[in-house]
């Protein structure tokens, strides 16, 4: 098998967030999604994920498309997706290490699995078709409906912030409880390292609000998986140290006056932006 490695690291990372945020979104049962999205954005668990694709159960099975008998070998699956657009590059998230997390051409990456029985799935068009090989069967995923509201995460604290009147952000936290010296020696360097990341990582928002109240809370866009992850070792950091974080997600943030790539930031709505947790 030979794997090409001359895309640029960047572009490989966000062909890889893209694809695993869109599976998780399109095809996941519902109640599972969450879950598998925390798992596929800590390298540590990936493994929690991949290691059940032999034997999944948890795709929505509104969206599996039958592969007819005769049609079960690679080069008649090609043809399949081929029929539905797929383009000649896919890419792979599969239990095999050797493969999981690279792009393929389409036939390679069939003639790699099919009839292996190692759990593998080919994401063709993000959130649209996907091809899955397990132990047991092999099927086509695909939705042509658009995918349901886009959903944003926070991870916040009980100390209330005196511009919008709710619950700290984790990074207001983690300064605070650095600047009170609620948390110090390695656990601060530790937190110090995350911090810088974020620095180098994330934009810092130009905008709280649409006047000088600066009502805006900050949110997470749930397809933002490093930056998530990063986020539960700073959680992990100030739970240890006494200071309970709470996640909350909604589909209605408010009214949005900053967004990049990976977060956005909204004033509520007046009646609140429906959180759960």
């Known amino acids: 098998m030979r794997i090409d490695t001359n895309f640029p690291a960047s572009l490989h990372y966000n062909a890889s967030v893209q694809h695993e945020a869109s599976l998780i979104s399109a095809f996941v049962k519902r109640n599972k999604r969450e879950r598998y999205r925390e798992i596929l954005s800590n390298p540590r668990l990936r493994h929690k994920f991949t290691s059940k694709l032999a034997h999944f159960t948890d795709f929505d099975p509104q969206y599996r498309a039958p592969l007819p008998s005769n049609k079960l070998h690679a080069a008649n699956i090609a043809l399949e997706l081929q029929k539905r657009r797929s383009p000649s590059v896919v890419f792979v998230i599969s239990e095999n290490p050797a493969l999981d997390q690279q792009e393929l051409p389409l036939v ?45 995460i926070r991870f916040m604290v009980d100390l ?30 530790e937190l110090g390292e995350i911090q810088n990341w974020f620095g180098k990582n994330l934009n810092r928002p130009t905008s709280f609000g649409r006047d000088k109240l600066r009502l805006g809370i900050c949110w997470f866009k749930t397809d933002a998986t490093e930056h998530i992850a990063r986020i539960w070792e700073m959680v992990r950091i100030l739970e240890q140290n006494g200071i309970y974080v709470k996640k909350i997600i909604t589909d209605r943030p408010g009214y949005v006056v900053y967004e990049d790539e990976w977060q956005l930031v909204a004033e509520p709505f007046r009646k609140g932006t429906l959180p759960r947790t």
């Open 160 to 189: 209330k912030d005196k511009d919008s009147n709710v619950g700290r952000g984790i990074f207001q936290a983690a300064a605070l409880a650095v600047e009170w010296r609620n948390i110090g020696g390695a656990d601060a360097d």
């Open 108 to 152: 390679e990456a069939l003639k790699e699995i099919v009839g292996y029985g190692m759990g593998t799935v080919l994401s063709c068009i993000p959130g649209q078709l996907a091809f899955v090989e397990t132990e047991d069967e092999r099927f086509i995923l695909e939705r042509h409906n658009p995918l349901e509201k886009h959903e944003y």
